[in-house]
């Protein structure tokens, strides 16, 4: 059974930085997609970025120039890099391996 452990968050203010890590551990496909989604209140689940075993990255747009997502391939861990936060950034941040979504760590920028 595949488990995503997911570390960081916490509180920050806006124009700082915070960074995130998601491990998986389990019987992995050596193919996969891993990623970082965010849910704010009363909002759906957006795209934040996605990066494939590849390589290959996808970016929202809200977030594209400040936050960089990668991975190690070897420790199955993928990490998103936040830079300049703002508050609209606010919610819970998901990893997701594949269709398979960790228990959400929360992000709060204050202004």
């Known amino acids: 059974q595949v488990q995503l452990v997911e570390s960081g968050g916490g509180l920050v203010q806006a124009g700082g930085s915070l960074s995130l890590s998601c491990a998986a551990s389990g019987s992995i496909f050596s193919f996969n997609v891993m990623g970082w989604y965010r849910q704010a209140p009363g909002k759906q689940r957006e795209l934040v970025a996605t990066?494939?075993?590849?390589?290959?990255?996808i970016y929202g747009d809200s977030v594209k120039a400040r936050f960089t997502i990668s991975r190690d391939n070897a420790k199955n861990t993928v990490y998103l890099q936040m830079r300049n936060l703002i508050p609209g950034d606010n919610g819970v941040y998901y990893c997701?391996?594949?269709?398979?979504w960790g228990p959400g760590t929360q992000v709060t920028v204050s202004s």
């Open positions: 997701r391996l594949n269709c398979l």
């Open positions: 990066i494939t075993s590849g390589g290959t990255m």
